[in-house]
């Protein structure tokens, strides 16, 4: 069974500009969670789409918004890049949302903002 | 709100030697709590987690942790590393969602 995809796995962008990041789930998970990942802040939760529908929410700004396909593949976008976007995006997934089940991990997209 | 603390951003021990990397969370109720593995250019892989069914939890390459209530701590351990263990470990803290709060992380180093 593949793993979670994601792509593109590097990307590189200017300040002002905007991107969209794209997560695969494994086959037949419904649960899609993203994380940004930077040396200073760690790792944080972005969001969580669970069946096309946003479930819960980190404390990031409005410029950070996602979705999800009826598939099950979801996509990311940041609207006006700042220098302090750039990190490692990863995407998880798992087979439904909440209680304790494990969330397999993409290996990410590495964003670059210049 | 939930957290989690891992004491030490650097561990190194010897090949062979006991791996030890703490982590402590803070909760009032009893959360999930996970053990993930990040390889260099790569996403985290769950080594092991806990799901209050046993307090000593066994996971992957031979890694396990001990869910101590009292002490709100989960620590990692390896009675004998490895040079495949060298990478960055985040201990991790959910509820009933898939919010997931990571540690900072804890970077192993494996000297021959």
């Known amino acids: 069974k593949a793993g979670v995809t994601q792509t593109p796995r590097y990307l590189i962008k200017t300040r002002g500009q905007q991107v969209t990041l794209s997560c695969s789930p494994i086959s037949g998970h419904r649960s899609v969670s993203w994380y940004q990942q930077t040396p200073g802040q760690g790792l944080q939760f972005l969001f969580e789409?669970?069946?096309?529908?946003?479930?819960n929410k980190g404390n990031f700004p409005g410029r950070f918004s996602g979705r999800q396909f009826s598939n099950s593949r979801s996509e990311m976008n940041v609207s006006t890049l700042e220098l302090g976007d750039s990190a490692l995006y990863l995407c998880?997934?798992?087979?439904?949302?909440?209680?304790?089940?494990?969330?397999?991990f993409g290996p990410g997209t590495r964003l670059t903002v210049l | 709100a939930q957290s989690v603390t891992q004491l030490g951003s650097h561990v190194s021990v010897s090949e062979g030697a006991l791996v030890l990397l703490r982590c402590n969370y803070s909760?009032?109720?009893?959360?999930?709590l996970f053990w993930y593995v990040q390889y260099p250019n790569q996403g985290l892989q769950l080594l092991l987690k806990y799901t209050s069914a046993a307090t000593l939890v066994k996971g992957i390459n031979g890694f396990e942790a001990e869910f101590k209530k009292s002490e709100t701590s989960f620590h990692l351990t390896k009675p004998s590393a490895h040079m495949s263990d060298a990478a960055e470990y985040f201990c991790a803290v959910s509820y009933n969602n898939n919010d997931m709060r990571f540690g900072a992380g804890t970077r192993l180093t494996v000297k021959p």
């Open positions: 998880a997934s798992s087979l439904v949302a909440g209680d304790n089940n494990e969330q397999f």
């Open positions: 909760s009032s109720v009893p959360p999930y």
């Open positions: 789409y669970f069946s096309e529908t946003q479930r």
